[in-house]
């Protein structure tokens, strides 16, 4: 299979002059749907939006790759792109794009096609290939640019296969002994799609170390699995390692290797670096535990922290479900509500501890779990609340890493007991003592304060602070804003389950904002048709039922068109729909489900009035902020 076999003619545009990055990819996405490829074009669109979302394919250089797996791809596929006088793509370099490719690949496709997309990846790196690509005339030059390059690169692996297996079999005879190949460097690459990126850092550093004279073994562990897995003999003999990923990968095969720990577009853009620091006698070395490597000490802060929310969302939601329901009218009084409402509360008395304990686990790895939660345990027992989760997770973390790292010099040799009994039992004993002498005390006062504020403040102050967390919901869509929102009304809604308290109506504030921008873009864009084109249009009833399952990112579509505007309203709706909710005091026991949980929240009918106006506030200030089609063709 080669790259062409791919790449329909009718998905080639060579005069493309879109006005932003979302209208590029809607083109792209388009044009692969003219093809037959895509069974489900809008399934596959909202692929390709999440994907972007978690972080820009623009990897520099006048070059886009925006990919994505779905099940709306019937078969694997390509469409090109040449924006002549470039456009913004959000690229790492902060440069526009000449040149994108879009990437379909389907959920249970073979791996074929991944080798494929790898060797189009290692092309781009070339600059007279991108060159030769965007002076293309027409769509029979661009595919013999890429016919060319591409049977030049598949002799030259071919050339590297035969060095590589005449150099194995030097090496077999020189030392008489079984085949274990002796690299200088080995390293892995993941990006979290695990298509272009993944394989372009593993292209970048083995061209860059072929170029400086050293071996390098590089796994790249994408789609289809891990290629060119290291081996344990080829580990040991290593000097050093180099780990560029922007996912979890198995690093635990590289204790006592030195080591450099960067993001899988480090390894795109700076191999030389990476590898001359590798080779550094004065390179770190990886142990047990180590704290993950950021120079970004809150972001480094934030991302442990989210990480223990994710863990505890599934159990926030089923135990405010099943004590909701437990509550109901008809149910209350009978053995069947006794036994849910049982259930809620032992599934709620969990959310500390898994909560203290992944957040700890995000930071030293399995060897944190117990001293995490035993810290979740503490500030249960203390009713530190969620405050006391927090702190006493980030010091389980701390706790677990310092124990693997003394452990390691003062205790040498049985690593297995010493995982298995030191760290667990050193990571609790420790973490008891900080939590009930240090982090409990100040807590507790901080999440007493928190429950006296808002159970004390009266429907104006709320009615302000519902505002602040909804316009936050719709501020960024994803983002840092959206995200804290998000994290307060999780947490206090933690503090107070199973039970209702003052953490349901800050998640309903919350729930209530995320709700309003898709469902009001979705609505404009049917009633008010004229300033809103096809393929939004198209895009109207998906944008609503994301917003009714609170889906924030459901807007994202409408917003190509005077951005700021679009989002000025859809902060506005969202302010006005979290304010109304804290003022008549709804509130939800679930993190999430939209619509769905509704019925079980507290003032119900306030809660979807509060919806209505922000969506009715929303959807105004959309038709004002965008002009008649025709009128501003």
């Known amino acids: 299979m080669h790259i062409c076999d791919l790449l329909d003619r009718r998905a080639v545009n060579l005069t493309a002059a879109p006005i ?11 044009s692969l749907a003219g093809t037959g490829c895509l069974s489900d074009t809008e399934r596959f669109r909202a692929a390709v939006f999440d994907r972007e979302r978690k972080g820009s394919t623009g990897f520099g250089e006048g070059v886009a790759i925006p990919h994505a797996k779905s099940a709306g791809v019937s078969r694997p596929a390509l469409s090109a792109m040449v ?14 794009v000449n040149l994108i490719f879009l990437i379909a690949s389907p959920h249970n496709a073979s791996d074929a096609h991944l080798d494929v997309l790898a060797r189009l990846s290692s092309l781009l790196i070339d600059e007279d290939f991108r060159k030769a690509l965007i002076s293309a005339k027409s769509v029979d030059e661009f595919l013999s640019y890429i016919n060319e390059a591409e049977k030049k690169e598949i002799n030259k692996e071919e050339e590297e296969q035969k060095e590589q297996a005449q150099q194995q079999e030097n090496t077999q005879q020189s030392e008489n002994k079984a085949k274990v190949p002796v690299y200088d460097l080995v390293a892995v690459t993941a990006c979290p799609a695990g ?33 060119n897995q290291l081996m344990p003999e080829e580990i040991a003999n290593a000097k050093a390692v180099i780990v560029a990923a922007d996912r979890a990968v198995n690093i635990d095969r590289f204790i006592g290797k030195r080591m450099v720990r960067v993001g899988v577009v480090d390894g795109v853009r700076r191999p030389l670096e990476l590898i001359t620091k590798a080779l550094d006698p004065n390179c770190p070395v990886y142990s047990a535990g180590a ?75 399995r060897m944190a779990l117990v001293a995490g939660f035993t810290g979740g345990v503490m500030a249960d027992m203390s009713d530190a609340g969620v405050i006391g989760a927090v702190l006493n997770g980030f010091v389980g973390g701390g706790v677990a890493f310092l124990s693997a790292r003394l452990a390691a010099r003062f205790l040498k040799g049985h690593d297995a007991m010493f995982a298995l009994l030191v760290y667990p039992l050193l990571g609790a004993v420790l973490t008891t003592i900080i939590a009930k002498f240090i982090t409990n005390i100040p807590a507790i006062l901080i999440d007493s304060a928190i429950e006296m504020f808002l159970s004390g403040a009266n429907a104006w102050v709320l009615a302000i602070i519902g505002a602040v967390l909804g316009g936050m919901m719709a501020a960024d869509m994803g983002g840092p804003c959206n995200k804290i929102a998000y994290a307060c009304g999780v947490l206090l809604l933690g503090d107070c ?44 009833w998906a944008a609503i039922s994301k917003g009714f399952l609170f889906i924030t990112e459901g807007v994202y579509p409408f ?50 009035l509060s919806l209505l106006c922000g969506v009715i506030v929303s959807t105004i200030l959309f038709r004002i902020g965008r002009k008649p089609l025709n009128i501003e063709s």
């Open 20 to 30: 932003n990055k979302e209208s590029a990819i809607n083109d792209l996405v388009d």
């Open 83 to 96: 924006v002549k006088n470039g456009v913004e793509f959000d690229s790492i370099d902060g440069e526009p």
């Open 195 to 227: 298509l272009s990126h993944t394989y372009m850092a593993a292209e970048a550093l083995e061209h860059k170390a072929k170029e400086m004279g050293i071996s390098i073994k590089v796994e790249a562990d994408g789609a289809a699995g891990n290629r």
């Open 291 to 365: 704290l993950s490597e950021s120079s970004n000490i809150p972001m480094k802060l934030y991302r442990h922290l989210m990480s223990g929310l994710t863990y505890i969302l599934p159990l926030a939601a089923t135990a405010g479900i099943l004590s909701a329901v437990a509550r109901l009218n008809f149910i209350r009084d009978t053995e069947l509500g006794f036994f849910l409402d049982t259930i809620g509360y032992s599934i709620g008395a969990l959310l500390f501890p898994v909560l203290s304990a992944f957040i700890a686990f995000s930071m030293a790895g």
């Open 497 to 540: 389950l199973p039970e209702v308290g003052p953490g349901c109506l800050i998640m309903a504030a919350v729930m209530v904002g995320g709700m309003v921008p898709p469902i009001a873009a979705g609505l404009g864009a049917l009633l008010f048709k004229n300033c809103f084109s096809k393929p939004e249009q198209g895009l109207a």
């Open 559 to 608: 917003l190509a068109i005077n951005p700021t505007k679009m989002r000025i309203a859809c902060i506005s709706g969202a302010a006005v729909a979290g304010a109304l909710s804290m003022f008549f005091s709804c509130g939800l026991c679930a993190p999430h489900g939209g619509i769905f949980i509704v019925v079980l929240a507290e003032n119900p009918l306030f809660f979807l």
